[in-house]
């Protein structure tokens, strides 16, 4: 089945630097790849998502590149805010007919003021 | 307001018993979902249901049960099979399943010890 693996478990940054975790997935049928946001005791929220026919994709400060050929996808935050404080999830589709997510287990970012 | 509600928020059971946790969406969505979470774990689909009247085992369905009679319904029955119940429990939905997933939205969780 699907596997995923999510790098680093724990990222600690100062206000206003780059943060990038990384994704590797071993399913080549995989073909969605969301991200999600989760506070503490909060359910995830989905910050940003891509699909298997793009490369890249951006929405403000957060983006995702994807690179189908080494199975692997990046989530950027540029500029980061204490706000941005949170555990990062994520996800690979499953090559198994249905739309189940398979994810990684998760990196806690810290943002210091 | 559309989305996802999970009750109770937080749940405590005795040994033995079995519970229900509660999701209701109000999205119109066909498929849904529920996870359970351990701290370092992420998250573990336990099942999912692309339609009212059917669904299917996920990675850890031993000691589980659920229902779909509803469309915005789905609960999710922890049985005292389940030897290591506590943890964090997440029910999302989806518009769409088959081949072209579609974004999955999360409700706000229930958190269940065993005492």
């Known amino acids: 089945g699907e596997n995923v693996e999510q790098h680093p478990s724990t990222l600690s940054v100062q206000e206003g630097d780059s943060a990038v975790i990384k994704c590797t997935y071993s399913?080549?049928?995989?073909?969605?790849f969301p991200w999600y946001k989760q506070e503490l005791g909060k359910g995830p929220q989905l910050i940003i998502d891509i699909r298997s026919n793009v490369g890249e994709k951006k929405d403000q400060r957060i983006a995702v590149t994807l690179n189908k050929t080494a199975k692997h996808f990046s989530l950027h935050i540029t500029e980061t805010q204490p706000e941005d404080s949170a555990v990062y999830f994520c996800a690979a589709t499953r090559n198994s007919g249905y739309s189940t997510l398979t994810f990684g287990k998760g990196t806690m970012l810290l943002v210091s003021p | 307001d559309g989305g996802i509600t999970q009750s109770p928020k937080y749940l405590f059971r005795k040994e033995g018993q079995n519970v229900t946790l509660s999701c209701e969406q109000n999205l119109n969505h066909d498929a849904m979902y529920w996870y359970r979470q351990d701290p370092g774990q992420g998250l573990r689909l336990i099942y999912y249901?692309?339609?009212?009247?059917?669904?299917q085992k996920g990675d850890i369905a031993e000691g589980y049960s659920v229902s779909r009679e509803k469309k915005e319904s789905f609960p999710l029955t922890v049985t005292s099979a389940q030897k290591n119940p506590t943890a964090f429990y997440l029910c999302a939905s989806s518009t769409s399943w088959g081949q072209f997933a579609d974004t999955q939205y999360f409700g706000p969780g229930t958190r269940l010890t065993v005492l």
């Open positions: 399913d080549s049928a995989s073909n969605y």
């Open positions: 249901s692309q339609i009212v009247n059917d669904f």
